[in-house]
């Protein structure tokens, strides 16, 4: 199995930036794609960005594209989420998760492990 982590949310203010992280032990992660969900309070998992096992491919929901970049450093086994100008909306928990092939997938079905997930708080 692969367990991942997430790291780096917190509460802020719209217009402000956030990193998140996330750590995956266990194997590696460096041949597959992996991706980031979010989830705000009774509302449905949303899909926001993948990137491809080598990070040569992403592609990001319509939500968040020109604000948030994926990127991943796989001799750190890590993957992370920097977003800019962020807005209430933007508010939930975000996840990472690990695909079980290489390149970029947006179904939440097609990831196999999961973390426990961040929370993210924008105030207005």
């Known amino acids: 199995q692969v367990q991942l982590v997430e790291s780096g949310g917190g509460l802020v203010q719209a217009g402000d930036s956030l990193r998140l992280s996330c750590a995956a032990s266990g194997r590696t992660v460096s041949n597959v794609a992996m991706g980031w969900f979010r989830q705000a309070p009774g509302k449905e998992r949303e899909f926001v960005a993948t990137i491809s096992w080598n990070g040569d491919r992403t592609y990001y929901g319509n939500s968040v594209k020109g604000r948030f970049t994926i990127s991943r450093d796989n001799d750190k086994n890590t993957v992370y989420l920097q977003m800019n100008s962020l807005k209430p909306e933007d508010t939930g928990v975000y996840y990472c998760?690990?695909?079980?092939?290489?390149?970029?997938?947006?179904?939440?079905?097609?990831?196999?492990?999961w973390g426990q997930g961040t929370q993210v708080t924008v105030s207005s």
């Open positions: 998760a690990s695909a079980a092939s290489k390149y970029i997938v947006v179904t939440w079905s097609l990831y196999e492990f």
